[in-house]
């Protein structure tokens, strides 16, 4: 399920949202507004029998993965 983390821009909030769609339109839960940024999630894969984590700091890709966007990440 894709579950994302946003912010919203005009109260600051922070909240998890199901999404679906490739353009969802995202409004905080708070204030109702719909100016919202989507924020890079914390993840934990197994790789290698070994608990990789991902930081919310990451710029170009996740530990213990080669791609470049964690947009094909599954």
Do not use: W, Y
Request: net charge neutral; charged share 20%.
């Amino acid at each position: 399920m894709p579950i994302f983390e946003f912010r919203c821009r005009n109260c600051n909030q922070e909240f998890e949202k199901l999404v679906f769609g490739a353009d969802p339109e995202v409004e905080c839960p708070h204030c109702g507004q719909g100016k919202v940024e989507k924020l890079m999630s914390v993840c934990t894969a197994k790789v290698g029998g070994k608990l990789t984590s991902t930081s919310s700091g990451a710029s170009s890709s996740c530990t213990g993965c080669a791609a470049t966007s964690c947009s094909t990440c599954g």
